[in-house]
């Protein structure tokens, strides 16, 4: 049982009832976003030069920024929620944000790294820069929002009331372990993760600070076990894969940084009294799609379906480029369905669905609630009114 089932039960105490009184099902209005390409529905697409096909031919039949072949796992949590899928803040054409935006953006880090776009492809919008921006998209909104003389003019406006009752979403963090890893390699990486999460803990504090209270926090993935990774190894000395076949040392990495993040979490529960944080283990609902990947309807853990890639070359999904001596366009598999990864780094469509089923239900998180269930958390700790 978390702290924040254990805050509900003293304050029915209190007034005197046993239990806090039934209330109606509340819904959360809308999402904020913040993360790298694991859920970016068109930041950097609109930013810089959008992915072509064949990403997006699963379900948007075009592409549409994200990387995938479908949707992402923060569309299906917003499927979840009842709500539209999130505008990104960098995309001028057709936003709507009247239930959130999303500042997530492909290759962004928590922390600022020496690298850019245009070399390693890191995102300039790191955690700190989408949390600027959501300051400006708030205050703007809110202003505009207020000088608003009727509904037409407002229309894809966010409701000045709705940013505390809205869920603050993250899932950040493995670009700044690919980026230590390259820059020191995996062994020295280790020293690195504290200052990595002290940065994060800094974004969540100001979130706190412009009015968010329920966050919903995923850790990294087992990064070991991408497919891109294990398409570079070749005769692996005892231990350096695991059972599954994943890189144990950079998974060790992936672990030691969640443990850090999740001990920082409690921390921050503690120093911001009216926030409502979980933490959610991706990693393990990500780990265990891969390791059952025949039992859950896929088939062989580490196929690509789109894109080549061995020991010396690659050719990324939707790119024309040299493989094995000859020239070849790194188009989709047949059946998207049945990989696991869509193009090596990215997750199908199919396995974001999977893993939303697993993450969104408490099975895997801390506290153990559902998504659903934020709503009146937040609802009763921040005493806020029904939509
Ligand atoms: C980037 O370079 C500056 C100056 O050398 C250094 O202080 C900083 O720690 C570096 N940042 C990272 C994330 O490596
Ligand atoms: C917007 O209007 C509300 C209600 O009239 C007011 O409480 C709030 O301070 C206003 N905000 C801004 C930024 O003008
Ligand atoms: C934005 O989305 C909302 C809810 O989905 C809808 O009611 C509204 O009409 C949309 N606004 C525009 C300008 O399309
Ligand atoms: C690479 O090309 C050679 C010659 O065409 C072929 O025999 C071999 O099977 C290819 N290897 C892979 C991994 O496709």
């Known amino acids: 049982?978390?702290?924040?089932?254990?805050?509900?039960?003293?304050?029915?105490?209190?007034?005197?009832?046993?239990?806090?009184?039934?209330?109606?099902?509340?819904?959360?209005?809308?999402?904020?976003?913040?993360?790298?390409?694991?859920?970016?529905?068109?930041?950097?697409?609109?930013?810089?030069?959008?992915?072509?096909?064949?990403?997006?031919?699963?379900?948007?039949?075009?592409?549409?920024?994200?990387?995938?072949?479908?949707?992402?796992?923060?569309?299906?949590?917003?499927?979840?929620?009842?709500?539209?899928?999130?505008?990104?803040?960098?995309?001028?054409?057709?936003?709507?944000?009247?239930?959130?935006?999303?500042?997530?953006?492909?290759?962004?880090?928590?922390?600022?790294?020496?690298?850019?776009?245009?070399?390693?492809?890191?995102?300039?919008?790191?955690?700190?820069?989408?949390?600027?921006?959501?300051?400006?998209?708030?205050?703007?909104?809110?202003?505009?929002?207020?000088?608003?003389?009727?509904?037409?003019?407002?229309?894809?406006?966010?409701?000045?009331?709705?940013?505390?009752?809205?869920?603050?979403?993250?899932?950040?963090?493995?670009?700044d372990l690919a980026y230590v890893f390259r820059t020191m390699g995996v062994e020295a990486s280790r020293a690195a993760i504290p200052d990595i999460i002290d940065q994060f803990a800094a974004s969540i504090r100001q979130l706190y600070g412009k009015g968010a209270r329920a966050f919903w926090i995923h850790n990294t993935g087992p990064i070991g076990c991408l497919p891109v990774v294990s398409a570079k190894v070749v005769k692996p000395p005892p231990g350096y894969l695991d059972e599954i076949g994943c890189v144990n040392g950079q998974n060790a990495i992936a672990n030691e940084f969640n443990e850090k993040l999740r001990a920082e979490v409690v921390r921050l529960r503690s120093n911001l009294p009216k926030a409502i944080l979980t933490y959610v283990d991706m990693y393990s609902a990500k780990y265990q799609l891969i390791s059952d990947a025949k039992n859950l309807g896929f088939k062989e853990r580490f196929t690509i379906c789109c894109g080549y890639h061995d020991q010396n070359e690659d050719v990324y999904c939707g790119n024309n480029g040299k493989f094995n001596g000859t020239e070849v366009f790194a188009g989709a598999c047949n059946d998207p369905t049945k990989v696991i990864s869509w193009d090596g780094v990215h997750y199908s469509e199919a396995a974001n669905k999977w893993i939303t089923s697993q993450v969104t239900y408490g099975l895997v998180s801390d506290p153990p609630l559902s998504i659903i269930e934020i709503c009146q958390e937040n609802m009763d700790i921040n005493k806020l009114s029904r939509v």
């Not at 806090?20 to 209005?29: E, F, V, W």
């Not at 479908?70 to 505008?87: H, T």
């Open 1 to 175: 049982m978390g702290p924040i089932i254990l805050l509900l039960l003293v304050a029915g105490v209190a007034t005197g009832q046993p239990f806090p009184p039934p209330s109606p099902a509340c819904d959360i209005p809308a999402i904020y976003n913040f993360g790298d390409s694991n859920s970016d529905t068109g930041g950097i697409a609109a930013a810089f030069y959008p992915p072509g096909p064949p990403f997006g031919e699963t379900f948007f039949k075009r592409p549409v920024g994200r990387g995938s072949d479908g949707r992402l796992i923060i569309d299906f949590i917003a499927e979840k929620l009842g709500l539209p899928y999130l505008s990104a803040y960098l995309d001028s054409i057709k936003a709507n944000y009247t239930h959130g935006a999303n500042f997530a953006t492909g290759g962004a880090t928590i922390r600022r790294v020496n690298e850019s776009w245009f070399y390693k492809g890191v995102s300039p919008f790191s955690l700190d820069i989408q949390v600027a921006q959501f300051n400006q998209f708030k205050d703007r909104t809110t202003f505009l929002y207020n000088q608003s003389k009727d509904e037409s003019q407002r229309s894809n406006l966010p409701k000045p009331d709705d940013f505390m009752k809205a869920i603050y979403t993250i899932d950040i963090g493995q670009n």
